[in-house]
C-alpha cells in the first residue's frame, strides 16, 4: 500500500510542476528497476538544465565519467563544474561511512542531487538508479526529478547473466550491447561461453587450428533437435573472437563494474577442439565439428597432449582475463569413450581412480589446482559434484537447486542457475506464435518469483550462495533480435531478484514499473518480448475460471462460445462457472482499444473434472503445472511444450495416481497424454497399469504398453472393457505409471534419471 501512496504522492507532484517547456519522469515514476532497498517520496522536486553544476570526486572516475556521458547523449554537454557555492547540482561524494562496497544513498530535493558511495562500484550503481528517474530525451528543455531519498545495496554480490556463443556467433558490438543493458540493471559478471562441440569461439594463438578449424562448422541444424528428419542448413558457419577484441570487450565491461567470466568447456562438450587437434580425443578417428545440438560422446582422453593442450590454453585465457575466475564447464561430460578407450582405463588404474566419474573428477581437481597456480578460481557445473568435488570450486548449479545444497553443504560456494527459473531458452509464453525455443516454460513472473535460497541450507551454509545467474543457451537464436527477445525483459525481472531485498519485491509493482521501462529499451534498441497485455488463467477449487492482467488501469473483456471479444462484449468482473464445454477468449482493452495478444482456453468437461485426486509423488518443484488437480481441471497442455501450467514432471518417480468419484461412474474410456523428447531426457513411460474399482469392490486390472513415435506428445486412448449383460459402475480409478529408468549410454542426459511429464486424464 506505501508503495502505491508513493506512486500517487509522484503523481500528484508531476501535475502541478507542468510547464510548457518542462518534461518530466513519467507519471508512473519512480519506477527503478531493480527496486532499491528503500525508497522514499519527499516535497519538491529538482530541476535538471544546461546551468545545473555537475562534480565528481576522484575515487569515482567511472561513475563520474559514465553520467557525463549520460548527459551528453541527452544534449547536456556543457555542464557547469560546481564549486561549493552554487545551487542546483549533481554531486558524487566519496563516503567511507558506507556500510556495502556496492551500496550508495541518494538524496533528491530541490537544491541538489548529493550522491554518496564508498566506491565506484556503489557510485555507479546509484547513476544507474538516477539515469533511471530521467525521462528520454533528445532536446535542453528543463526536467523536474522528484524529490527522494534513497538507501541501497544490492542483496548477492554475484548478479550475472550468460551468453553461449559458441552455438551462434554474435559481433562485438551485440556483445557491447548486452553489457549495457546488464549494467544498467546493475548486474556485475557476464558468462561469456566461449568453446562447445559447435564451436571454439576465442582465439588461442599457440594453437591456430583452433582458429582454422574448430571455429567453423560445415552445416547447421534446421528446426528443432526433435524434429525427424533433421534438414541442415549446408552454408558453412562460424567465426572467433581475436584477443584484441576480447581485450576491447573486457575493458567495455570494466568501465560499467562489470566482470567477464570465461568458459572453457572441459572434459566434455570438446568435439570442435578435438575437430582440430584428434590426438585429444579418445576415439582414435578424425571427427567433425558438431553441426547439430545436444551432448557428444567426443570427450578430452587423459593423455599428456591433452593435459598440455589445456594447460597451454588455459594460461592463455588467464593472461587475457581479469576475472579471478575461469568457468571450466564440467557438464555432460558422457563416459562411454573413457570406457572403451585403453588411454583411459589405464589412466584409472595409474591414478588409482574408482571409476570414470572419479576420472572426471580428476580433470576438475587437476585444474582447479592448476589454476589455482595462476591466481584463478574456477567455476563449473554441478556435475562437478560427481566423483569428488574439488576443494575450492564455486558449483553453478543448473539441474535444480540440489546440487548448489550438496555443495554449499561442503563449503564449497554455489551459483543459483536452475533450469526452472533461469534458463532464458525456454519458451516464456504459451502462445502458439512464440519463436522457436528448446521447450520448457519460464514466463516473466516464474522468473520473478525465484527464491535462490534454499530452505535447506543452515544460516552459515546459505552464506555459500553467491547470487543468481540467468542462462541464455543459442541453440535456437540465430540473431540478435532473437537473444534479445528471449532475454528481455526476464533479465529485468532477474535483476531485481539479484538486487532488490525479499520484502521490496512486488510482482505488480515490478510489472507496471516494467510498463514505464519499455520506452527505454526501444531507445536502446532492444528487440524485448512485449507479454505484458497478456492474460493470465486460472481454474479456482470452485471449478470457475479466473482471468487477470498484471498492468493497471485496464479492463479485461471475453466470451465463452469461441468468437473474439470487442469493446462491445462482456467486461470481466467475476470468476467464469465451468459446467460444461466452452472456450473462452479474452483481450485486455485501454479505452476501448485491444492491447496485447488474444487470449483463448478451451475446456473440456469429462468425467473426472471435480473428482478426487491423489499421486504418490508430487510433481518436481521446477514443473509442478497446477498440482495434481491439473491433471483432471479439463484443460490440455501444449502440444509444444511441456512446462506449462497443465503438464506435470517428474523426475525419476514411478507414479501411482489415484482418482475417486464422487458416486459411482460409468467409464467408457481413458485418454492418457505423454511428453516424449528425450533430447530434453523426457521419456514416456514404456507400459502402464490400470486398477478400476467396481461399486462392488471388485477391481479390474489391465496393463497397457506404449509406443513412442517422432511425435513429442503421445496420446494414449485406453478402451475401458465393457460385459454385454450389464453396464459396470467405478468408485474409483488407479494408474501407475513406471519411469523409464537410467537415460542409456549415447543419449542426451545419459547416466541421468529420465523425466516423466503427464498432462490431462481425460476420462468419458
Known sequence: MLQRILLITILILTVLSCTKTTRHVDLKSPSIIPAPQSLQVND?????????????????????????????KMGFDELNDYDDKEDNYIYLKFNEEIDSTEGYRMKIDPERILIHARTDAGAFYAVQSLIQ?????????????????????????????????????????????????????????????????????????????LQEVAAYRDSTLLGHYNDTPHKYNTTRYGGYYTQDEVREVIAFAKARHINIIPEIELPGHAQAAIAAYPELGCAN?????????????????????TFEFLENVLDEVAALFPSPYIHIGGDEAPKTQWKQSVIAQRFIKEKELKDEYELQ????????????????????????????????????????????????????????????????????????NEPLAIGGFLPLEKVYRFNPIPDELSDKEITHVLGVQGNVWTEYMPTTNQVEYMAFPRMLALSEVAWSPVEKRDYNLFVNNLEVMLP???????????????????????????????????????????????????????????????????????????????????????????????????????????????LINGIVGSDTRYGDKEWLGFWGDDLEVEIAFDEPTEVNEIQLRFY?????????????????????????????????????????????????????KYNNFKLIIPNYGIIPDGAQGAGNKAWTFIDEIIIK
Not at 530541476?47 to 551528453?72: I, V
Open 361 to 432: 573428477s580428476y580433470f576438475i581437481k587437476h585444474f582447479e589446482k592448476y589454476l589455482a597456480s595462476k591466481g584463478k578460481k574456477i567455476i563449473g557445473w554441478d556435475e562437478i559434484l560427481e566423483g569428488g568435488l574439488a576443494k575450492d570450486a564455486t558449483v553453478m548449479s543448473w539441474r535444480g537447486m540440489q546440487g548448489a545444497i550438496d555443495a554449499a553443504k561442503t563449503g564449497n560456494d554455489v551459483i543459483m542457475t536452475p533450469t526452472s527459473h533461469c534458463y532464458f531458452d525456454y519458451y516464456q509464453s504459451d502462445n502458439e
Open 676 to 728: 516424449h523428447a528425450p533430447g530434453q531426457w523426457i521419456y514416456a513411460p514404456e507400459e502402464f497399469q490400470t486398477f478400476l474399482t467396481l461399486e462392488d469392490g471388485n477391481i479390474v486390472v489391465d496393463k497397457q504398453q506404449v509406443q513412442t513415435s517422432e511425435q513429442s506428445v503421445i496420446d494414449f486412448t485406453y478402451k475401458v472393457y465393457k460385459p454385454k449383460s450389464f453396464t459396470p
Open 285 to 305: 578417428k578424425g571427427v567433425n565439428v558438431a553441426t547439430e545440438w545436444g551432448v557428444f560422446d567426443n570427450i578430452y582422453c587423459p593423455n599428456p597432449e
Open 44 to 72: 519538491g522536486y529538482f530541476t535538471f538544465h544546461e546551468n545545473t553544476s555537475f562534480r565528481f570526486d576522484p575515487e569515482f572516475p567511472m561513475a563520474g565519467k559514465f553520467l557525463l556521458d549520460h548527459f551528453d
Open 133 to 209: 528517474l530521467f525521462p528520454i530525451l533528445n532536446d535542453k528543455d528543463e526536467i523536474h526529478l522528484p524529490a527522494l531519498t534513497i538507501e541501497d545495496e544490492p542483496r548477492f554480490k554475484y548478479r550475472g547473466m550468460h551468453l553461449d556463443v559458441s552455438r551462434h556467433m554474435f559481433p562485438v558490438a551485440f556483445i557491447k550491447k548486452y553489457i549495457d543493458a546488464m549494467a544498467m540493471l546493475k548486474m556485475n559478471n557476464f558468462h561469456w561461453h566461449l568453446t562447445d562441440d559447435q564451436g571454439w569461439r576465442i582465439e588461442i594463438k599457440q594453437y591456430p587450428k
Open 520 to 630: 527505454r529499451l526501444d531507445a536502446m534498441d532492444i528487440n524485448y518480448a512485449n507479454h505484458l497485455y497478456e492474460i493470465e488463467g486460472n481454474l479456482n477449487k470452485d471449478q470457475e475460471y479466473e482471468l487477470s492482467t498484471k498492468t493497471l488501469g485496464k479492463e479485461i473483456r471475453y466470451t465463452t462460445d469461441g468468437t473474439e471479444p470487442n469493446a462491445n462484449s462482456t467486461i470481466y468482473e467475476s470468476p467464469i462457472p465451468f459446467k460444461e464445454n466452452m472456450i473462452v477468449k479474452a483481450q485486455v482493452f485501454d479505452n476501448s482499444q485491444p492491447l496485447g495478444r488474444l487470449f483463448s482456453q478451451e475446456f473440456l468437461y469429462h468425467k473426472g473434472v471435480g473428482a478426487t485426486i491423489t499421486i504418490n509423488h508430487p510433481p518436481h518443484k521446477s514443473y509442478s503445472g497446477s498440482g495434481a488437480n491439473g
